[in-house]
């Protein structure tokens, strides 16, 4: 069985052809520049790469771009015979408000309710949907199947999605004013990882803390593979400092900044909170990890105070979301920075000892896949386990699919 799986933003859109017999990545690519001039879509097969330079109007025009380098000849990358080998097609979806808890096969109400979380996901909900549309009008016999990044947090209690706003606005717009959460996929696929690496796959009381550190980070705290909390809220601006995003500050310094340079609140938030903070922001260097260790290690005092930011906001997360499970079996790294950044995780960890954390520093400095670097005698087990996001869409499409 062949699927497709893209991942739409506003002006990119990733994609990954799987032969799910094996599991096997057949090929991969990214358009950038949808909708701007100097379109290119870099399509690779293994490390090899085929760029195709070419102008994207709009998604349904990167969609063809795709399907053309899907189905070139062989040697240009081609590893298609014909569109009609794909026999699903799985889409990334940023935001399924508080409809969804599972992935799902695209119907025009399931459209619907993605566009009614247009404002909730503005730059993202709307290339998601141009993606999906321009993939039925292209393939119009091909199950489409939405996979939600807010799916998979649904399970939270009241407690832990509720705002402490007047009740009068929770309700009042049709999209709902609360917590959400995202990189629901990787949570998912993480959190169930590390039950099983663990042997307490299926158990109930299986209690572990994720934190999935990448361009975006987000932590969740799970019991019996379900999430009880995560640190992204109606947007995945809440949390802790990203590489551009803010994170939770105090929302009357937005009145403050906004006052004092004549801002508007859409330029504040889009565009000073969302791409212009974080430990980008600090440093005034990057929103890229290894550029700040780099520039931290040369002496550069605003890389060190980001990062030293961003490690002091991620303890302080995992200790409250094991506090918020009475006591965790694992803490697990994810994504890029969880799984290349031996510093940023034993700075997470270190003062974690009283609680029972305690990192194993060889084990730490190792590079791998799926391993514990946490201490023989660590009550609370430390993993490093690499997400998949790609491949949780892949075998929810397929699953749904074959339905
Ligand atoms: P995205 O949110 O875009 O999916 P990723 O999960 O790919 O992000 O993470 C990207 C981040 O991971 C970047 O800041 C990058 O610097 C960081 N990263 C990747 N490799 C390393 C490494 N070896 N050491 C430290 N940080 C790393």
Known sequence: ?????????????????????????????????????????????????????????????????????????????????????????????????????????????????????????????PANLAGIRACKKLMPNVPQIAVFDTAFHQTMPEVAYTYAIPREYYDKYGVKIRRYGFHGSSHRYVSAKAAEFLGREGDPNFRVVVAHLGNGSSFSACKGGECQDTSMGLTPLEGIPMGTRSGSIDPAILQFIINRENMDVGTMVDKVLNKQSGVLGISGVSSDFRDLESAAADGNKDAQLALDIFCYAGKKLIAGYVAALGGADAIVFTAGVGENGPDTRAAMCEGLEFMGVKLDPDENAKRGGERVISAPDSKIKVLVIPTDEELVIATDTMKLAKK
Do not use: W
């Not at 990545?25 to 090899?48: F, N, P, Q, S």
């Not at 899907?70 to 240009?76: E, G, I, Q």
């Open 1 to 125: 069985m062949k699927i497709l799986v893209i991942n739409g933003g506003s002006s990119s859109l990733k994609y990954q052809l799987y032969d799910m017999t094996g599991g096997d990545v057949l090929c991969k690519g990214v358009c950038e520049r949808i909708g701007i001039a100097d379109g290119i879509l870099t399509h690779r097969i293994g490390d090899a790469k085929y760029p195709y330079k070419q102008d994207m109007k709009d998604h349904t025009e990167a969609i063809a771009l795709v399907f053309k380098a899907l189905t070139a000849p062989a040697d240009n990358g081609g590893v298609l015979k014909s569109l009609d080998e794909i026999d699903a097609i799985g889409h990334r979806v940023l935001h399924g408000g508080d409809k969804f808890t599972q992935s799902i096969i695209v119907t025009p109400e399931v459209e619907k309710v993605i566009e009614d979380c247009f404002p909730l996901g503005p730059l993202h909900n």
